[in-house]
């Protein structure tokens, strides 16, 4: 069984083809890290699958820039996780003032996160690190079956960055990110993908991948 499948197909943008041909399912349960060197078309994938996952299944997104809203507070950032959960008119009066179950919901999304603290405080006023924190809280309070981040925990340190994945592990039953640790995504992944000149190098059981499979990826 499969969330969701690309079947040969040529993403890219316009009449740049990045990934010609590509073939990728997701399936329930499975957390699969997308490993390769920058450009080569992993945010391309992430994309992709996001479009096709959307359709069928609640999805979370964690995109690679965060995409927040720098003047609102903390709090009115994670409350955008659950806008297309309600109307215009609910979505308006909240944004005006916070309903108090939707607040309390928040703060403990942002307890475990270390930004329980900050919830009134302007995103703009943040750390990249703490920013980053957000764009996952948002994650966490959307919910759903699929969690698609793209270098999620990127701007943390490695402990942290552990810490974080867990909490994710917990939150979501299935997961596909990009990370640039290696590390970290054998500790995370149950399903390691390497990405290398347009197309799929290897795509196994993260405990299939050798240390030289890994070397191939990222070698000149
Ligand atoms: N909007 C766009 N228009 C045209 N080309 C793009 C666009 N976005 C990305 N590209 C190109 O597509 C290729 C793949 O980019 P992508 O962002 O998917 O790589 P990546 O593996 O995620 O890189 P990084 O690790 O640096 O984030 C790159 O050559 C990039 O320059």
Redesign the pocket.
């Known amino acids: 069984m499969t969330l969701a499948a690309l079947d040969r197909e040529t993403l ?3 009449r ?1 083809a ?1 990934l010609p041909g590509l073939s990728f399912a997701l399936a329930p349960g499975e957390r699969v890290v997308l490993l ?10 992430l994309n992709a699958m996001h479009d096709r996952l959307a359709r069928d299944h609640r999805t979370a997104l964690v995109p ?1 820039d965060h995409a927040l809203v720098p003047q609102l507070s903390v709090l009115k950032n994670v409350l955008m996780g659950r806008l297309d959960d309600h109307g215009a008119l609910y979505n308006l009066t909240n944004l005006l003032h916070v309903r108090r179950a939707d607040r309390a919901g928040v703060v403990d999304v942002l307890t475990p996160l270390g930004l329980a603290e900050l919830a009134d405080r302007p995103v703009r006023a943040l750390s990249g690190g703490q920013k980053q924190r957000v764009a996952l809280g948002r994650a966490w309070w959307r919910g759903g079956a699929v969690l698609i981040g ?2 999620p925990v990127s701007a943390v340190d490695e402990t942290h960055a552990e810490a974080l994945l867990g909490q994710m592990r917990d939150r979501f039953p299935t997961a596909l990110l ?1 990370l ?1 640790d290696v590390a970290l995504a054998r500790s995370f992944a149950t399903r390691l993908v390497g ?1 290398r000149r347009g197309g799929i190098l290897f795509d196994a059981p993260a405990t299939e991948v050798s240390d030289g499979d890994i070397a191939a990826l990222y070698a000149h």
């Open positions: 890219g943008y316009g740049a990045v390769g060197r920058s450009g080569v078309g992993k945010t391309t994938l690679q793209d270098e990009a640039h990405l």
